[in-house]
């Protein structure tokens, strides 16, 4: 997200009354039983510049290992982009990639372990905006792997990496595009030439695969859109190999088509070989009006077949006001998701979590009914590190002037979310959480979160972006930040 206002981080958490939890006092890695992990202070990034600087990208591999792709300046196209990396909790000065590249800018990384990751984004010429992967061997970046694909139907080339995956050093896998989506495997070190997706038996061509969750190396599935948002595709590398491209049924109706009504897909998420699940929003149409708003989705996959996608229950009922999406969703085996979203309700925006026990979505939790007096939420960013533990962020986006806000308690609020308990995985989300106080009586310096990322294993999350740091009338200077949660 990148916006200009206050941002109120809303960070929710749950816990499994039985775990063993880092116990900040003995550093990252101990544990003390029962104790409560709590969110730590927000701290700079040593090496990146103060003023217009703001953390976009970030990823975790094990408590206190930690990787996040910061931007200077933070508005608009950046001139650096740099690479930090946290090992054993602390951070260390950070790498500068792509550098004498215009508009160089990152949209996904993975990190198999720490100092070996990947990246895609995208970066211009005078004539063509290119993808690349730029992998990361041992503390080392290579040089950019360019994507060229075909030109498009007008003849312009945009091909910009959106997504990526690494199961294993030295394998990932990499998708993107604009018009025409392509897909790219890296093998021992080395990536494959782009595969630009097509199938004539869809109603469009794909043109972006955006999303990708892989079960192993050789084991991915991707999803996308199809030309003009109007569907939505799954493409599959199996044992290595290309599968075909699959549509996703239900997704989106004849009459959306025809008026070109754009459908999403947000996230992606397959906890074993031919069991996955997806996410996003697609077009309902308000018959007889012809007008058209956007529902939160689910498809399944099971053994390897895609079942038509649903709306996710409880999002409510199709009116002009109800708008919605799912954003995310994660599973740890066939019979346990969580997903969540946003909606609307008379042009208020809520959030939404829904957990998946037994094969079917239980009721929704709407975790900004914790926020106190901050009516102005912009859900942004749900992370589930297990089925234990849930993080939401969120910002207050003000009240329409750029200095009267809601405050909690004299404070700028961050906040935090939601609980899976047991076995019953009812969600139950905690009071937000304080990050910055007040600097000046009535003026509140804004934050926000871009990234959030938590580990694999054990209780560690952290959140990332931008802070004011000064006011000059009504031009704001911030800070990349990091806070972590253990």
Known sequence: MNARGITTLLVGMALLGSLALTSPSQGVGATTPNRVPVWHAPTSLPGVPAGSS?????????????????????????????????????????????????????????????????????????????????????????SPVVVTTPPDFVGLTSSPGL?????????????????????????????????????????????????????????CTFSGIDTGGSGVFTETLSASHWDTVTQIANVVSPVAIAHSEPASVNSISCPSVGWCMLGGDYPI???????????????????????????????????????????????????????????????????????????????????????????????????????????????????GSNVAYDIINGHVPVIAGPVLEDNSWDAHWQPAHILYPITRQGLAPWAFVNAMACSPTGIYCILGGGRATNFTGNEQSQTAFVATFF
């Open 54 to 142: 703001s953390v976009y990208q970030a990823t975790c591999t094990a408590p206190g290992n930690c990787v996040v792709v910061s931007y200077w300046p933070a508005w608009y196209y950046p001139t650096h982009v740099y690479v930090s990396t946290e090992t054993g909790g602390r951070w260390g000065r950070p790498v500068i990639i792509g550098a004498g590249l215009k508009y160089f800018m990152v949209n996904a990384i993975s990190c198999a372990t720490i100092r070996n990751c990947a990246v895609t984004g995208s970066y211009q010429t005078s004539t063509q905006i290119l993808g690349f992967v730029l992998s990361e061997s041992n503390g080392v970046w290579s």
């Open 285 to 399: 149409d308000l018959s007889p009006s012809e007008t058209f708003i956007q529902e939160p989705y689910t498809a399944v996959e099971i053994n390897g077949v895609w079942q038509a996608a649903h709306e996710v229950p409880g999002t409510g009922t199709p009116s002009t006001t109800n708008v919605g999406t799912t954003s995310y969703v994660r599973c740890w085996d066939s019979m346990r998701c969580v997903a969540g979203g946003i909606f609307t309700v008379h042009n208020l925006l809520r959030t939404w979590v829904s957990t998946y026990p037994a094969g079917r979505w239980s009721g929704i939790v709407d975790p900004s009914q914790m926020m106190g007096s901050i009516p102005y939420s912009d859900p942004n960013e749900i992370f589930c590190t297990s089925p234990a533990l849930c993080v939401l962020s969120s910002t207050d986006t003000g009240s």
């Open 163 to 219: 997504t990526i995956a690494c199961p294993r050093i030295g394998n990932c896998v990499a998708g993107g595009g604009t018009s025409e989506a392509w897909v790219m495997s890296e093998t021992n070190g080395v990536w494959s030439s782009p595969v630009v997706l097509a199938n004539t038996s869809l109603n469009y061509q794909p043109s972006a695969t955006e999303e990708v969750s892989c079960v192993g190396a050789g084991e």
